[in-house]
C-alpha cells in the first residue's frame, strides 16, 4: 500500500488517478475531474507505479485493464476508502466514496490484448469491488488471457451470476463462469497470477482454468455454483493443460456442481495438467449427482494418463457423494498423494476412489468418518442431507474439538505445506492433525495493512508534528518522524504485521507564516517535545528553529549552556 498527499506528475511514476460517477470526465487527476466511466480511464498516461482509485457506485462498463506495471512498480487499482489518505486526501472527496464498487459488465474485469501486466487490483475490503455478469455466451466475471508471464493479484473482488440460491436454481442456458484464465493453444500462458480473498458464486462454474500456468487461487469463498441444465459444464474449477496451480485454504460450501475440481482432456491438445498442490481446503455440502470434489476422468486416455503430481493434503470433505475419484493412470514419472485428509459423511467407498489400483499415487494418514463424525467440529452447522445443503449463510466452524480423532494423527508433509487454514503451524506440538485445521488454531493474529493516518496532511510551520495518529492501521517507523524544514516533508512508514503489507507515508510542511504560537522552553523539557507548557523543549535553539513570524519562545529560569542563534525573521 503507498499513501502520500504529495502527488508527482501526471503520467509519472507514482500518480495517482481517479475515477467517479459524479467526476467531470476531465483528466482524472483529482475527484472533481475524475474519469466518469471505467471505459473512459485514460489508460495512454497511465504508468508502472501509478495507482487508480475508484469511488463507490454503479458502473455500467467494464474495467478493461491496458496498461502494464513493471517489477517492483506495478499499476495499482483499488476501491477508495475513508482511511487512504490518498484517497480522501484529493479534491473533491465525498463520505459516499467509500462504498462498494459495482461492475455490471460481463467480463467485468478483463486485461486487453498485452494489459495487465505486473497489475494489483483490490476492493480492499471483501467483495469491496463486486462484479455482476449474466446468463449469455461467454458470460465471465473476471476474464485473463494471452500469453506470457503476468505477475498480477485480484484481491477482495467478488464475482457473481444470476444464481441467487441452488434450493431454486436458475435456468441457466449459457456456460458462464465467474473466473477464466486462458492461455493459447501452443502455450500454457498466462502464469503468475493471484486471485485471493474473493467471493465467486451464482454461475454453472466458478473457474475454468486452460492451458495456463502459475496461478494461485486462495482464501476465498465459493457458494452457489450450480446449474440445473445438465447441458450446461457445471463444475467448481475446470481444468484443461494448466500446470504449476495452487488452490489452497478455500471454501468451497453449498453448491450444486456436476464435478468439483476436475481434470479433463478436452481441448488439451493432448497436453496434460501437472504440478497441482490442493491443500487445506473445505469443501462441504455440495450436490454433485453421483460425481466428486476432486476428478481426474479417463475421458481419453491419450490425454489425461500422465496428469501430475497431484498433491491432495489436510483437506476436509464433508457431505458429498464422493471425495477424490481418480478413474485414469496419473504420471508415471511422478507420483501423486492423497494424505491427511478428512473426510465426513461421504461413504467410504466414494471418498477416495482410483478404479483399477493406486497407479503412481500415494493414499495414506487419511480419515473417513460417517455421519456421526460431524462431533469433530467445534460447531458443524447442521447435520445431515435434509437440512445441510444450500444455507452458505449458516454459522459454521469446523475447527477441530479437543480429544477428537483427527488430532495428532496426520503425517508431517513439510514445510511446503506446514501452514494451516488460520496461518497457524501445523505440527507446532509435535504433531500434525488431519484436515484443514490443526487443533488449537482459533485463527491466527488477522493480517494488519498498513495505513497511514490523520497526520498524512499538509500541516502548518508552526506545527512541530503532524496533529493526529501517524497511523490508522500499523506500527510507525520511525515512532517520531522527523521535523521537516519550512517547505520540506517528512515520511515514515506504517509497518503491517501478520503478512499484512506496510504503508509509506508523507505529510508536507507549509512554508506560510505563524500564527502567534507560543512556545514553551524549560531545563526539564525534551527537544522532542511539541514545545507546549505541559510538553516544553529543553534548548532555546529548539524554539528557535520551530518559530515563525508572529510566534512566541516563553523561557522558563534555568541555566542554558548554549548559544542562540535566530533562524528567521519577524514581520
Known sequence: ?????????????????????????????????????????????????????????????????????????????????????????????????????????????????????????????????????????????????????????????????????????????????????????????????????????????MAYLIRTSGVTIQNSEIHTIEALNTDVHANLIYVISSRDVVIRNNNFHDNAAGVGIFFTGFGSNGVQSSNFSIYGNIFRETNMLYERFIEVRADDATITSGTGPLYIYNNVFVHGYGGVYINSTLNPNAESYIRNNLFVDISPGNAINVPGGNDYVTVSDNLILDSSGYSVFVNPGSIGGQLAPYQWQWTRDLHLRAGTSPVNAGANLGNSFNVDKDGSIRGADGMWDIGAYEYGSSGAPAPIYGQCGSAAKTYTATEIFPNGAYCAAGTPSPTAPTNPASGN???????????????????????????????????????????????????????????????????????????????????
Do not use: H
Open 489 to 571: 516533508s517528512t515520511t515514515w512508514q506504517c509497518l503491517g504485521s501478520n503478512g499484512g503489507s506496510t504503508a509509506s507515508c508523507s505529510a508536507p510542511r507549509s512554508s506560510s507564516g505563524g500564527t502567534g504560537n507560543t512556545y514553551y522552553v524549560a531545563t526539564n523539557g525534551n527537544d522532542g517535545n511539541s514545545g507546549t507548557a505541559a510538553s516544553p523543549f529543553r534548548t532555546i535553539g529548539r524554539c528557535a528553529s520551530a518559530a515563525q513570524a508572529g510566534d512566541t519562545c516563553l523561557v522558563s529560569a534555568g541555566t542554558y549552556n548554549e548559544r542562540v542563534s535566530t533562524f528567521r525573521s519577524g514581520t
Open 1 to 205: 500500500a503507498q499513501c502520500s498527499l504529495a502527488r508527482t506528475p501526471s503520467g509519472g511514476s507514482g500518480a495517482t488517478y481517479y475515477v467517479s460517477r459524479s467526476g467531470n470526465n476531465a483528466n482524472g487527476t483529482s475527484w472533481t475531474t475524475a474519469w466518469r466511466e471505467l471505459d473512459q480511464i485514460g489508460w495512454s498516461v497511465i504508468r508502472p507505479g501509478d495507482t487508480i482509485y475508484i469511488a463507490g457506485g454503479t458502473y455500467l462498463s467494464r474495467l478493461e485493464i491496458k496498461s502494464n506495471g513493471i517489477a517492483g512498480n506495478p499499476i495499482t487499482i483499488k476501491r477508495a476508502r475513508s482511511s487512504d489518505p490518498a484517497a480522501s486526501g484529493a479534491t473533491g472527496w465525498q463520505a459516499s466514496f467509500d462504498s462498494q464498487v459495482v461492475i455490471n459488465a460481463n467480463d467485468g474485469i478483463k486485461n486487453s490484448g498485452s494489459g495487465g501486466r505486473y497489475v494489483v487490483v483490490d476492493g480492499q475490503v471483501k467483495d469491496g469491488i463486486r462484479v455482476n455478469f449474466g446468463d449469455v455466451p461467454n458470460g465471465r466475471g473476471i476474464y485473463i488471457s494471452g500469453t506470457g508471464l503476468f505477475n498480477s493479484t485480484f484481491r477482495n473482488i467478488g464475482s457473481y451470476g444470476p444464481s441467487r440460491s441452488v434450493a431454486n436454481p436458475y435456468p441457466f442456458v449459457n456456460d458462464v463462469r465467474s473466473l477464466v484464465v486462458e492461455g493459447s493453444a501452443s502455450d500454457r500462458t498466462p502464469t503468475n497470477l493471484v486471485f485471493e480473498k474473493n467471493t465467486y458464486s451464482g454461475a454453472p462454474a
